[in-house]
């Protein structure tokens, strides 16, 4: 094939994400930082998809939760993937417009320093220019690196103007000036107005109400910056943001395992979910399919997995989607509760499984087995092991907050009456991504598990860690949150340990493994009783993994006994060993005997952020009294 050397005539993008970060770090409303520019990522209804490539996922557990919880969702396509060309070459109708944000500039010439809004700027060539005084052409000008922002996830302008002239009254004629000292500061980052001399530090924006109240302004929804179409009454104070600060964007993503109810192959469910209601809703009938397939489009030139299936056969598995797409949106039962019941159901593994299951192929979405008892001896406490040797995750972002990070509950959702600042105004979707790879699900005992929470030590342990929890979170939060319970502080820990131990051995890094935990409460009215873990990797391509985790699940046994081995000592102990979450300050107020040292890891793996752990719950621990009797596991021999 000949190729051309001239340059294309196509406009490159300003600047690339990938499509994993448009879910966790860089959704509508999140502010990037690019090599000259810095940019605001806008509403969903910005988001091109002209030329996409395929891009509607299924995922219905999650969207019948979604809308049970209030959200408004398209019966057709909920869920879709960040927008992406079809091939290498770029495509101008296809990606996501970015707004400009923010809308004030400084001249990083120290003789210079003017503080100028965009609209006193010249823009060339893709960059914004200003004539300094010193210089003999103009000179290129740089974002200001702060803004401001409230807990409701509003954004706006630092007020320049008010903020340096409030103690002083209003100049007439403002020139303002950033004057950076560089120590990092905000003590050294002075603002002054040439006019009248008057300046201010940037340490005096750092109260709670240094700033005015909050204008209700989201620009990432509005055809313009301070568009006012798109404010809405907020009764918050504004607070200084750094624009890379790590508060400045909390995303909320919930996510669900693909769990099949049917027999229906994963492909087949695919085509059904994008042209059932669209193009197939007429068809009542198999008869009535046998006279579509000459009128309806997609039936007319359909994929293979479509064209080699009988009228007969694709009917079935027609009304076998309608039956599952038709649940009660209003079912309370959980996502993870669903995945929960259908794992511990998994068959036990017999012979050769790897290519095929009892003469029919395995699903590309989902696939679990038990290995047998013989073959995969079991620790004291762990009642079962399932291997999940295929699994699909689709993870949604369902809206994000700032200053604040956002607290799901015990099974992983956001409350519907949280903070959470939206997407969208008029879209009927959320973004999401697919993840394809494997992983083991760990079962406790339950009987057992009851057994330890009713003794006396670990009562006074949970009364402990819950007036931790009533610490961190004000009592206004309290009434919407439930605390966690000593359980999920001992399945999270040792989902923890497990990570960090089998990393060293299953030649993943420990960054590539992701915590799941299934747990409910004990006693809780209506609750499926649930204590297990599960250890997954994956990556978003079709391929998925090669099953370097599931064999070291096999090997469950011997990473428990070397984890607790290397969890009953840290290198900070036996001050690690003696914190408690009731003393501690608001930041160590979720966690007891844990640090740096023995249990964190990296934050794209934890599902609470680093929080709600305690090793003493799990091992013995130094510096804890009656650490035998407070923990789950019996010492491990060092």
């Not at 300003?14 to 090599?35: C, F, H, K, N, W």
């Amino acid at each position: 094939m000949a190729t051309s050397n001239k340059p294309s005539s196509k406009p490159r993008p300003d600047g690339e994400l990938r499509q994993s970060q448009m879910i966790t770090t860089y959704g509508p409303g999140a502010l990037v930082d690019l090599v000259g520019d810095a940019i605001l990522i806008p509403g969903l209804e910005y988001w091109s998809y002209r030329g996409a490539a395929g891009y509607e996922v299924a995922a219905p557990e999650l969207a019948r939760s979604l809308r049970r919880r209030g959200f408004k969702l398209s019966a057709t396509t909920p869920f879709r993937t960040p927008p992406v060309t079809t091939d290498d070459e770029q495509n101008t109708g296809c990606g996501i417009k970015a707004i400009e944000f923010p809308s004030w500039f400084v001249c990083p010439n120290r003789a210079c320093e003017r503080l100028i809004h965009k609209r006193d700027t010249d823009y060339k060539n893709g960059e914004r220019r200003h004539r300094c005084a010193s210089a003999d052409k103009p000179r290129k000008l740089v974002p200001v690196r702060f803004a401001t922002a409230c807990v409701c996830g509003h954004l706006d302008d630092f007020p320049w103007e008010w903020f340096v002239h409030a103690e002083q009254g209003r100049c007439d004629a403002p020139e303002l000036r950033l004057i950076d000292r560089g120590s990092g500061d905000l003590s050294d980052v002075i603002v002054r107005c040439e006019n009248c001399g008057v300046e201010r530090s940037m340490a005096k924006a750092r109260g709670d109400r240094s700033l005015p109240r909050c204008h209700g302004h989201r620009p990432w929804l509005a055809a313009y910056v301070g568009d006012p179409q798109v404010a809405e009454d907020c009764n918050e104070n504004q607070r200084l943001l750094v624009r890379t600060a790590s508060g400045g964007y909390s995303s909320q993503v919930e996510s669900a395992l693909t769990i099949p109810r049917s027999s229906t192959p994963s492909d087949v469910r695919d085509f059904l979910v994008r042209h059932d209601k669209r193009d197939l809703a007429a068809i009542g009938s198999a008869a009535e399919l046998k006279m579509a397939r000459k009128f309806i489009t997609v039936l007319q030139t359909p994929p293979p997995c479509i064209a080699r299936l009988s009228d007969t056969e694709l009917w079935q598995a027609i009304e076998a989607f309608r039956e599952e797409s038709g649940a009660d949106d209003n079912d309370p039962r959980p996502v993870r509760e669903t995945e929960y019941s259908t794992m511990i159901h998994a068959p036990t593994e017999v012979g050769d499984h790897i290519y095929s299951k009892g003469g029919a192929e395995i699903d590309e979405d989902f696939y679990a087995v038990k290995p047998p008892r013989s073959a995969c001896p079991l620790p004291p406490g762990i009642a079962d092991l399932v291997l999940v040797e295929r699994l699909r995750e689709v993870r949604v972002l369902t809206g994000f907050t700032r200053l604040e990070s956002p607290t799901p509950n015990i099974y992983g959702e956001f409350d519907a009456n949280s903070n959470r600042a939206a997407l969208a105004l008029s879209a009927d979707w959320l973004p999401a991504s697919e993840i394809r790879g494997e992983g083991f699900l760990i079962v406790f005992d339950l009987v057992a598990l009851g057994a330890w929470e009713d003794r006396p030590i670990v009562k006074e342990r949970e009364r402990e860690l819950e007036v931790g929890w009533k610490l961190r979170f004000p009592m206004h939060k309290q009434q919407s949150m439930t605390f966690m319970g000593i359980r999920f502080y001992l399945l999270h820990t040792l989902a923890h340990m497990l990570i960090t131990q089998v990393s060293l051995e299953c030649g993943y890094a420990a960054s590539a493994i992701r915590e799941r935990v299934y747990c409910s409460r004990k006693d809780e009215q209506g609750a499926l009783p649930m204590a297990a873990i599960l250890l997954s990797t994956g990556s978003s391509g079709s391929e998925g993994t090669l099953g370097g985790l599931v064999g070291q699940g096999r090997r469950i046994q011997h990473h428990l006994q070397e984890a607790l081995r290397r969890a009953k000592l840290c290198s900070h102990d036996p001050v690690c060993g003696r914190q408690h979450a009731h003393e501690g300050t608001p930041g160590r107020a979720l966690l007891g005997a844990a640090c740096h040292g023995c249990l964190f890891i990296a934050e794209c793996s934890c599902e609470r952020s680093n929080q709600y752990l305690d090793r003493a719950l799990v091992v013995p621990t130094m510096g804890v009294e009656h650490a035998d009797q407070l923990a789950f596991f019996a010492a491990p021999a060092l």
